[in-house]
């Protein structure tokens, strides 16, 4: 950066400090940036589970090798200048009355700039291409995966418990995710009470769950195998243990899955509320009078909340 | 300006009489802390049974027979009643009635002894002492529950607290660190030394200034009192509908929060008005010590967004209390209102605990470098770059949230933009560094230390800051991470600098060098040590504030447990240090040990009552390190007349 034009006025007996400090950055710069992208970025969560996972582990490799060479010039530059320039017994002078320099300022300016800059046009082409990145996207959601071949999955969060309903197979509600690799997955997140958000760590999904909220979020699968659906947003309680687990299995395997479980909760099925993308908070507690009597599907410790207690437990 | 002001008399607001003398009366007679409690528990008592009175047929509970009315007006009369024991009134009632009331500057010298500290006082280096030990105090509370945290997560699952338990002591510890430590330093050391430094021999408002403290205590007990009613499962962010949801502890956060914004709010507005109108001939706005800089622009900040707080914690009481519904999305309310106000508070709020630190150490750096401030302007310029954007970037905590999804990209890229400001506060330390003279001394170390915290704290945020990216972190032990780098790796850092650099000015005692080294090296090595694993602890995918974890990532936590436990431990090192040399060992500093130019310095310490003989006429900048010939920084007993001449419009700049 400006370590270069180092200010003026050193003794000619003195070494070129700002040269030296230079090297040494960019030599370490490089080395690190290196290692970052050959060896680091293949291990960098979330993983390479999903297509929007995938992306995030390169856009936090690159953001970990604009970060390297910026924390290395300040690092180096303390270390240089704490070992070198540190006062010795007896000099009782000032330093040298130095209140500036315009073109240190100046490219230190425009470089940071610039550099800003960069992150955040690339962090918008991150955000577009794939398709909001996995993030939650409100009900109107501006950046869609193209292909009309999507499964939508309505994820309910409510304390403390997800469950996943599935509109394309009769609106069936399971209380374990199951998504097909390689076809694209329209999640649809809404809560029963309070704020909860939906983080499927693996898949690199997370979306908020509000009440009489529908927010969007896309991924598309592309490896076989298990994930973690933690909540990610204090929402009382039992917080902490609202964590379940999903899998990624082949386009078949899901499809059998999918029929079978559909005929097998159709009893279910029947007496929840047809789907929707929300659910008025007040009717859900009547619900629960009618679900606890049916086998199947439970709230958090058993129950559905009685009507006339809206209260946490 | 055209105020006519004797130098004797200076800066006495018009329309004030001289102070009579103040009648003689036992001491258990006067206002105090006694009286104040006396008063507290009065008012809450009759604000408890008005409660009742009012809205005993509300039965918004239907697990206790106790409604929320009666609590919330319990502890606002309690307040209420404190302050009036502290005798906060008196002179506006003295006022109205048409008596004298006392100056600031005369009052102080009547009073002596440690009786003082436990008053409502108008001397600013009173009431900056006093914040000093109230802040101390809330910090270390908050700390022991940080402790329990971290016991609680030495293992995977839940086996010291229960899952109540543990949401209560995550709540506190945010809430008391977030809104009590937003005055760490603009408490004590703004209000102590930001005067000094000006050239003025008192605050604008004196009064708001010790309300301002003294809303604190009130504050602090209102919250910890949650804890007896169950405390509050939500955090320090109190989402709603969870936080309309919750039992009887979450009044307490409302309360506490709003009397504490309430307090922020008045601290602020004393600062502005003081330095605007109170720095002495020649304190142009270029020679402001850059500590003053910072203190104006987190004023502005805190006068400008603290009371979108105290609006989102009133609309939540009534939720809460008269059922109103601005949180309830099924009457027309909505969830993301709440997430909104707090936000817009929340995110200048934590630049209100970031320039603090950024002021402490540009100040600081060049005293020990024996070098001017490189790129004062720039400094500056940084500190009102962040100010301004700060105010710009609040949804960056609702990426996630499906609000507005199109207008991600701006507020990515107004985050992103504030790292340039915060970037010229690097560029000044690294300009301030070039072949200076560097002194180890311990507030330089601690300086030292908050440039390498928020260096990694402020990266982390670029980070979160970048949407894609921030879909794996957000809500993660990451952020955590991120925002304890920079606040404790920051604003703490910065306020234990301040301690070491200002207390001998403060108290005219110096504080133990070896045992300060020592505090320097644990607190640093075990912060690293504790927070540094938490973001690969975040990006292996814990969230935040729960109690069960991957088991996988116990080790990570263990480690970090016990980093933290000996974090605690140094912290502790600093409180014995601080008894130790102020009660016992008490070795006399009165000059200026670290010959600074800071006009603070030029003074005795501690300044004498009325900080400043005379007015004093400024002279030069007080970073003019090295400057050869350059005028002292002041002249501390300027000729008759010219002070007033100064005031009347005329230069004094020779």
Not at chain 1, 64 to 72: E, W
Not at chain 2, 146 to 164: C, K
Not at chain 2, 279 to 303: D, E, Y
Request: aromatic share 14%; charged share 10%.
């Amino acid at each position: 950066m400006a370590t270069s034009e180092a200010p003026a006025a050193a003794a000619p007996a003195e070494p070129s400090h700002g040269r030296r400090i230079f090297l040494i950055w960019i030599v370490l710069a490089v080395v690190a940036d290196v290692l970052i992208w050959a060896v680091w970025r293949p291990h960098l969560p979330p993983g390479q589970m999903s297509s929007s996972a995938e992306h995030q582990q390169v856009d936090i490799a690159v953001l970990a090798m604009a970060a390297a060479p910026v924390m290395l010039f300040v690092w180096v530059y303390f270390a240089y200048a704490l070992t070198n320039w540190r006062h010795r017994a007896g000099d009782d002078d000032d330093g040298p009355p130095i209140f500036g320099h315009t073109g240190i300022q100046a490219t230190w300016i425009i470089g940071t700039a610039v550099v800003v800059l960069a992150a955040f046009v690339f962090g918008t082409v991150e955000l577009i291409v794939p398709a909001g990145a996995g993030a939650g996207e409100g009900p109107l959601p501006v950046w869609k995966p193209s292909g009309n071949n999507t499964l939508q999955v309505q994820v309910i969060a409510q304390q403390w418990v997800f469950t996943y309903r599935y509109p394309q197979f009769g609106g069936m509600e399971t209380t374990q995710l199951v998504l097909p690799e390689g076809r694209n997955v329209e999640f649809h997140v809404t809560s029963l009470d309070v704020i909860h958000s939906f983080w499927a760590y693996q898949l690199g999904v997370k979306a908020d769950a509000n009440p009489m909220v529908d927010d969007v979020a896309y991924t598309k699968p592309e490896h076989l195998g298990g994930f973690t659906v933690r909540c990610n947003e204090l929402c009382g309680l039992w917080h902490g243990a609202m964590y379940n687990y999903g899998k990624v299995v082949s386009a078949a395997d899901f499809q059998t899955w999918a029929t079978s479980s559909q005929a097998q909760l159709a009893k279910v099925t029947k007496i929840l509320p047809p789907y929707a993308l929300t659910y008025e908070p007040t009717v859900v507690p009547q619900l629960g009078q009618d679900l606890v009597k049916v086998a199947g599907i439970t709230g958090a410790n058993g129950y559905y909340y009685n009507p006339g207690d809206p209260e946490q437990p | 300006m055209s105020i006519e002001i004797e130098p004797e008399k200076a800066q006495q607001p018009a329309g004030h009489g001289p102070a009579g003398p103040v009648p003689a009366r036992p001491w258990w007679m006067r206002p105090a802390i006694h009286t104040a409690v006396v008063g507290a528990v009065l008012g809450y008592l009759v604000g408890h049974w008005l409660g009742n009175f009012l809205s005993h047929d509300y039965a918004r509970n239907a697990l206790s027979d106790m409604n929320d009315f009666p609590l919330v007006l319990g502890y606002v009369l309690g307040t209420v009643g404190w302050l009036a024991g502290l005798g906060v009134f008196n002179d506006l009632l003295r006022q109205m009635a048409g008596k004298p009331v006392p100056v600031a500057e005369e009052e102080e010298e009547a009073v002596s002894g440690l009786s003082k500290y436990f008053r409502f006082t108008l001397d600013h280096k009173v009431v900056g002492i006093q914040y000093l030990i109230g802040m101390i105090i809330y910090f270390c509370t908050a700390g022991l529950f940080a402790m329990a945290i971290r016991t609680e997560l030495l293992s995977p699952t839940y086996h010291v607290m229960n899952a109540s338990t543990y949401v209560e002591v995550v709540g506190e510890h945010g809430t008391m660190m977030m809104m009590l430590m937003s005055s760490v330093v603009l408490g004590p050391f703004g209000n102590y030394l930001m005067p000094l430094m000006i050239g003025s021999k008192r605050m604008a408002f004196p009064r708001l200034e010790a309300l301002s403290f003294w809303l604190t205590p009130a504050a602090f007990i209102v919250l910890l009192s949650g804890v007896l009613v169950g405390g509050f499962p939500f955090g320090w962010t109190g989402y709603a509908p969870l936080s309309v949801q919750a039992t009887q502890g979450a009044d307490s956060y409302a309360v506490a929060f709003g009397l504490m914004g309430i307090s922020i709010i008045l601290a602020g507005f004393n600062i502005i008005v003081t330095v605007i109108n109170y720095r002495a001939p020649g304190m142009r706005w270029s020679r402001l010590p850059i500590f003053v800089w910072s203190m104006v622009t987190v004023s502005f900040l805190m006068v400008l967004a603290t009371p979108v707080l105290v609006g989102g914690m009133y609309m939540l009481l009534t939720d809460r209390t008269v059922e109103t519904a601005f949180f309830a999305g099924q009457l027309g309310g909505s969830s993301y209102l709440y997430q909104n106000l707090f936000w817009f508070f929340g995110h200048p709020e934590v630049y209100i605990l970031a320039l603090p630190g950024f002021g402490i150490v540009s100040e600081i750096l060049p005293v020990f470098c024996r070098k001017p401030l490189f790129g004062y302007r720039v400094a500056g310029a940084g500190m009102i770059g962040v100010a301004l954007l700060s105010f710009f970037v609040w949804q960056h905590h609702l990426f996630d949230s499906g609000i507005n999804p199109e207008m991600r990209p701006l507020f990515m890229l107004t985050t992103e933009l504030i790292s340039i400001p915060t970037g010229f506060i690097y560029l000044v330390a690294i300009g301030t560094l070039w072949k200076a003279k560097i002194r180890f001394t311990v507030p330089m170390l601690f300086a030292l230390g908050l440039y390498f915290n928020f260096l990694i704290g402020g990266i982390s945020g670029v980070f979160l800051s970048d949407v894609p990216a921030d879909t794996t972190e957000h809500g993660s032990f990451f952020v955590m991470s991120h925002f304890h780098y920079t606040i404790m790796g920051g604003l703490i850092f910065a306020f234990m600098a301040a301690c070491y650099y200002w207390l001998p000015k403060m108290l005219g005692i110096k504080l133990n060098e070896t045992l300060g080294k020592i505090h320097f090296w644990t607190m640093f090595i075990f912060f690293n040590s504790t927070f540094l694993p938490l973001f690969a602890v975040g990006m292996l995918g814990q969230p935040r504030r729960v109690f069960e974890y991957a088991r996988n990532l116990q080790t990570l936590n263990d480690w970090v447990s016990i980093s933290a436990f000996l974090l605690g431990g140094s912290i502790l090192i600093f409180v014995i240090n601080f008894i130790w040399s102020t009660l016992f060992a008490r070795e006399p500093e009165v000059g200026n040990p670290w010959q600074s130019r800071g006009l603070e310095w030029q003074v005795s310490s501690p300044p004498p009552g009325g900080n400043f003989e005379h007015i004093p006429v400024v002279l030069s900048s007080p970073y003019d390190y090295g400057v050869r010939d350059a005028p002292p920084v002041a002249d501390l007993h300027p000729p008759v007349g010219v002070v007033s001449a100064a005031y009347a419009g005329a230069g004094v700049e020779a």
